[in-house]
């Protein structure tokens, strides 16, 4: 008979005994979960790897002309697609720039720096350097300038704050929205003519469409479609009152944020200033360099050429030393008589503001009488919301010229098919230029309709109108193909 184990000994067996069968299924069970753990993460490695090849392969295959997102906020309209990385819109053939996470072109926009003095060059194509290499954009040029001659614990850096297709309704939205990483000291802000318009919006896959703006009121988009923006129609209230929004949200930004405003251009600025307390710093071009033909990319391209930017660039810097935003800095020999060309022209400009033109002469003979849909659009005519094949926006406006002094303006429009079906009103709206007016409201029911307004009295030796109107329905064939009906003609009658 075999003699048991010490009783220590024995206990010591059972401890080990129980320990191994409770550590059994534990490494089972661990083994097993082990295993399943690292299925799942070999799985989910596949997943974000077939996702992110995925959307290289999306990215790689969009044109680089292409790259545009709409942005979250409606007024700014749409960014640079920030998970493209780069972009060839408007960039030199074969050529790319940077984007940055904010979906602007240019490297990324850290937190200010202590000492440092941030200065934003907002605006649209222009600032943004149109066809231009990266170092001939104005915000380079500017940066290179003061590395080079402002030394010490003072720094400067320019920014640039600009898309083409914004207007001021963008470049302010942006602004607010992005404030906080911003932190402008200044903004140096260039608005131009066609500001006036909505910006256009962005459909698949990255591309603009006026009709798609998210801007636009009355689902139809302000993209003035004629040369009248410029020349002749440039004393209009249609216009005029654009402008003056332009003009009141950078007023009301500089009111509001407390942030120092310089102006370069914004159209109608001398005459908005007669009755409005908003007097910012502005930059004049001198006409010797903007009527220099080196100052255009091209004969048949206005933007800005390195050139021009190189001299824009000195006009900045001579202005932001005046009022002593950045320090003294030696000119280049080169750059002297450049900014002496901006000293004199600004002093002239402040002893003798440019005179509002009494005599439209020359501008009104650019207006037509009639407007007549058999050629297309008749962009003489047209403000907006006509298209190329005569079809109405939902809201538009178009002038015309009535030397005669007739009593009516008559409209021939054609509806949409089955309008008998589904009748619609329209009310539409003759101006002169001193804001009188005339409305009628007409039911929309018949294959073809007559619209006769009595037009209201003009100012003597301006008889030019704006016939106006707004539809309360819409016919569309396709997602870019909306419309409210034809404009056949419209004319005076007596």
């Given at each position: 008979?075999?003699?048991?184990?010490?009783?220590?000994?024995?206990?010591?067996?059972n401890?080990?005994?129980?320990?191994?069968?409770?550590?059994?299924?534990?490494?089972?069970?661990l083994?097993?979960?082990?295993?399943?753990?690292?299925?799942?993460?070999?799985?989910l490695?596949?997943?974000?790897?077939?996702r992110?090849?995925?959307?290289?392969?999306?990215?790689?295959?969009?044109?680089?002309?292409?790259?545009?997102?709409?942005?979250?906020?409606?007024?700014?309209?749409?960014?640079?697609?920030?998970?493209?990385?780069r972009?060839?819109?408007?960039?030199?053939?074969?050529?790319?720039?940077?984007?940055?996470?904010?979906?602007?072109?240019?490297?990324?926009?850290?937190?200010?720096?202590?000492?440092?003095?941030?200065?934003?060059?907002?605006?649209?194509s222009?600032?943004?350097?149109?066809?231009?290499k990266?170092?001939?954009?104005?915000?380079?040029?500017l940066?290179?300038?003061?590395?080079?001659?402002?030394?010490?614990?003072?720094?400067?850096?320019?920014?640039?704050?600009?898309l083409?297709?914004?207007?001021?309704?963008?470049?302010?939205?942006?602004?607010?929205?992005?404030?906080?990483?911003?932190?402008?000291?200044?903004?140096?802000?260039?608005?131009?003519?066609?500001?006036?318009?909505?910006?256009?919006?962005?459909?698949?896959?990255?591309?603009l469409?006026?009709?798609?703006?998210?801007?636009?009121?009355?689902?139809?988009?302000?993209?003035?479609?004629?040369?009248?923006?410029?020349?002749?129609?440039?004393?209009?209230?249609?216009?005029?009152?654009?402008?003056?929004?332009?003009?009141?949200?950078?007023?009301?930004?500089q009111?509001?944020?407390d942030?120092?405003?310089?102006?370069?251009?914004?159209?109608?600025?001398?005459?908005?200033?007669?009755?409005?307390?908003?007097?910012?710093?502005?930059?004049?071009?001198?006409?010797?360099?903007?009527?220099?033909e080196?100052?255009?990319?091209?004969?048949?391209?206005?933007?800005?050429?390195?050139?021009?930017?190189?001299?824009?660039?000195?006009?900045?810097?001579?202005?932001?030393?005046?009022?002593?935003?950045?320090?003294e800095?030696?000119?280049?020999?080169?750059?002297t008589?450049?900014?002496?060309?901006?000293?004199?022209?600004?002093?002239r400009?402040?002893?003798?503001?440019?005179?509002?033109?009494?005599?439209?002469?020359?501008?009104?003979?650019?207006?037509?009488?009639?407007?007549?849909?058999?050629?297309?659009?008749?962009?003489?005519?047209?403000?907006?919301?006509?298209?190329?094949?005569?079809e109405?926006?939902?809201?538009?406006?178009?002038?015309l010229?009535?030397?005669?002094?007739?009593?009516?303006?008559?409209?021939?429009?054609?509806?949409?098919?089955?309008?008998?079906?589904?009748?619609?009103?329209a009310?539409?709206?003759?101006?002169?230029?001193?804001?009188?007016?005339?409305?009628?409201?007409?039911?929309?029911?018949?294959?073809?309709?007559?619209?006769?307004?009595?037009?209201?009295?003009?100012?003597?030796?301006?008889?030019?109108?704006?016939?106006?109107?707004?539809?309360?329905?819409?016919?569309?064939?396709?997602?870019?193909?909306c419309?409210?009906?034809?404009?056949?003609?419209?004319?005076?009658?007596?």
């Amino acid at each position: 008979m075999k003699e048991s184990p010490p009783e220590p000994t024995r206990r010591i067996l059972n401890v080990l005994l129980l320990i191994c069968s409770v550590s059994l299924p534990v490494s089972i069970f661990l083994t097993a979960y082990f295993l399943l753990q690292r299925q799942e993460i070999a799985n989910l490695k596949a997943s974000l790897l077939s996702r992110s090849e995925l959307q290289a392969e999306v990215l790689s295959a969009q044109p680089l002309k292409q790259t545009l997102m709409p942005h979250l906020v409606d007024d700014i309209s749409f960014v640079l697609n920030p998970y493209a990385k780069r972009s060839a819109i408007a960039a030199p053939e074969g050529e790319t720039y940077p984007i940055n996470s904010l979906g602007l072109r240019g490297e990324e926009i850290e937190r200010k720096q202590a000492g440092v003095t941030r200065i934003l060059l907002v605006g649209d194509s222009v600032v943004f350097g149109w066809k231009l290499k990266e170092e001939d954009k104005l915000s380079s040029i500017l940066n290179q300038y003061t590395a080079e001659r402002i030394h010490g614990e003072k720094r400067v850096e320019f920014l640039t704050v600009a898309l083409l297709g914004w207007n001021v309704r963008s470049e302010r939205a942006f602004l607010e929205s992005h404030l906080f990483l911003l932190e402008p000291d200044l903004v140096v802000w260039w608005s131009i003519g066609n500001d006036i318009a909505d910006t256009p919006g962005v459909i698949p896959p990255g591309t603009l469409a006026n009709w798609a703006s998210p801007q636009a009121k009355d689902q139809s988009s302000f993209a003035p479609l004629s040369a009248l923006n410029r020349r002749g129609g440039s004393f209009m209230p249609a216009i005029a009152e654009r402008r003056e929004e332009n003009i009141d949200l950078i007023a009301s930004f500089q009111s509001k944020y407390d942030v120092p405003i310089v102006l370069l251009g914004l159209p109608a600025i001398d005459e908005y200033q007669r009755t409005h307390p908003f007097h910012p710093p502005q930059i004049f071009i001198p006409p010797e360099y903007s009527d220099d033909e080196r100052w255009a990319l091209s004969a048949t391209d206005g933007h800005p050429s390195a050139w021009a930017n190189h001299v824009l660039a000195v006009g900045v810097l001579r202005k932001l030393i005046q009022l002593g935003t950045i320090p003294e800095l030696e000119f280049a020999v080169a750059d002297t008589a450049v900014a002496l060309a901006f000293e004199e022209t600004e002093a002239r400009r402040l002893e003798a503001p440019e005179p509002q033109p009494e005599d439209f002469s020359s501008q009104l003979a650019q207006i037509p009488t009639e407007y007549g849909s058999e050629d297309g659009r008749d962009s003489k005519s047209v403000l907006y919301g006509v298209g190329p094949g005569a079809e109405m926006a939902k809201a538009g406006t178009l002038f015309l010229r009535d030397p005669k002094g007739s009593a009516y303006v008559t409209l021939s429009i054609a509806p949409p098919p089955n309008i008998g079906k589904y009748p619609g009103t329209a009310r539409f709206t003759v101006r002169n230029r001193n804001r009188e007016e005339t409305h009628t409201t007409v039911r929309i029911d018949s294959v073809r309709t007559e619209v006769r307004l009595p037009v209201p009295e003009t100012q003597e030796g301006l008889p030019v109108y704006e016939i106006s109107w707004t539809f309360d329905y819409l016919f569309c064939e396709g997602p870019g193909d909306c419309s409210v009906g034809k404009l056949l003609q419209a004319r005076f009658e007596p």
